[in-house]
Each structure stands twice: as C-alpha cells, then as structure tokens.
C-alpha cells in the first residue's frame, strides 16, 4: 500500500517553501519570495506580516493544486529557544520537574509562556551515568501567530520543528553524513544566516548570524 503524500512548509525569512514528499521522495518543490521583485520603484505599501505571509500560502497551495491539509510546519530557528545540558541520571517520574528546573535558569520569562518539549539520551562522564538534555521551546504567542496564518488557508499543523532540525534530518535521509560523525551544516542568505553544529544526529550548537555589507558578520543567537 503506497502512503499518502505528505506536505512539508517552511516559513522563511525571505520566502516560502513548500515540499511533497511521498514514500521517502521529493515528489515536488515550490519556492515563492514574499516581495516580488518589480521592475520600477513604487511607493512603500504597509502590508502586515500576517498577510504577506497568508497571501503567499494561499497562492502556492492553489497554484500547485495541493489538496492536503495536514502539514509538517517548520520555522526559522531564530523563533525557537534551543538548550542542551546534562543532570544526573533520573527515574522517569524525577525527569519532568529537573528539566523545568534547570531551564528555569536560563529563561528571561515563565516558562509557562513557552510550548516545550525535550529529548533524552544517556550519556557517560568519567564513571558516572548521566542525561543529555535537548530542550526546544516557542513562546505561545509566536506559535499561535504561526498557526492562525495556516488557519486562514484551512491547513492544520501536525508536526513542528525548528528549520535547523530539518536540515538535519534531510541530510541523514540522503546519507549526506552518518549518526557517527560530527558536522557543521550552514545556511545562509545574503542577510542572515544560521549555523548548527551537530553530533549524533543531534544539534550541540546553534548561532544565527547576521550579514551586513562593509562591516564584519554578527553573531546574534546562541544554543548551549
């Protein structure tokens, strides 16, 4: 039995992406800027981000007849807060209120404000178990903005990650690197850029940088 398409978005700074994908294929790309290109100077319109945005979804699911409403969304990895730690080795029941503890401290606001969620690994320091924590969290508010833009085109939104995490698992699908070793993947335009530097299959660093002409490059993000 042949699995349904699947429908991949990605929200960029610049532009909006959308994939099929269907049984581990790229059955489809499409790309659309957010701003066209004109040919002759006009006078600056105050069009929202919401509705650039929206527009250009609406536009894309049209042009390319694409009936699904169940989507993979991913984000600029800027929009999410990514740490990873470790802490002793936990039972199960002691794992959830250590995690909320120990991001607590990095967090300039309630945790309550986020939507979170963290990956477990065992790891070994010396003679001693311990947890790898991967936490990943969005504020509330900037999900649901995400997630009213998709609204407005009937779509639901059944996974979300970070655009960095998508990287990732593209390349281990392509076989591009292996889970044994250590890479660094770069993405970038001519403005901005991210770069993740990834062991085991999972992000250990993560800095955004910005691009500016005649002066030197600015880190502005940072993962630990």
């Given at each position: ?87 002793p080795f936990l039972s199960k029941e002691e794992v959830s209120p250590a995690v909320e503890f120990e991001i607590r401290k990095y967090m300039p606001f309630k945790l309550e404000d986020l939507i979170f ?76 850029g991210t770069i993740v530097i990834v062991e085991q299959g999972l992000p250990q660093l993560i800095r955004d940088f910005k691009l500016t002409v005649g002066s030197a490059t600015t880190f502005s993000q940072?993962?630990?």
């Open positions: 039995m042949v699995n349904a398409p699947q429908i991949g978005i990605f929200l960029g700074l610049s532009g909006l992406n959308i994939a099929e994908v269907q049984e581990r294929k790229l059955n489809g790309y499409y790309y659309m800027p957010y701003q066209p290109p004109q040919e002759e100077p006009s006078a600056p319109v105050n069009v929202s981000e919401e509705i650039k945005l929206t527009a250009a979804l609406q536009k894309a699911l049209r042009d390319n007849k694409i009936e699904v409403r169940d989507v993979l969304l991913s984000l600029p990895t800027k929009e999410f807060i990514v740490r990873s730690f470790s802490m969620d963290y990956q477990l690994s065992q790891i070994t320091e010396g003679k001693a178990r311990k947890l790898k924590v991967l936490f990943i969290g969005i504020k509330r508010n900037v999900l649901e903005r995400y997630i009213y833009i998709l609204q407005q085109s009937e779509l639901k939104v059944s996974f979300l990650e970070p655009h960095a995490f998508s990287f990732i698992r593209l390349f281990l699908m392509k076989r591009f690197f292996s889970l044994g070793q250590t890479v660094v993947i770069v993405d970038s335009n001519l403005s901005e940072d993962s630990d």
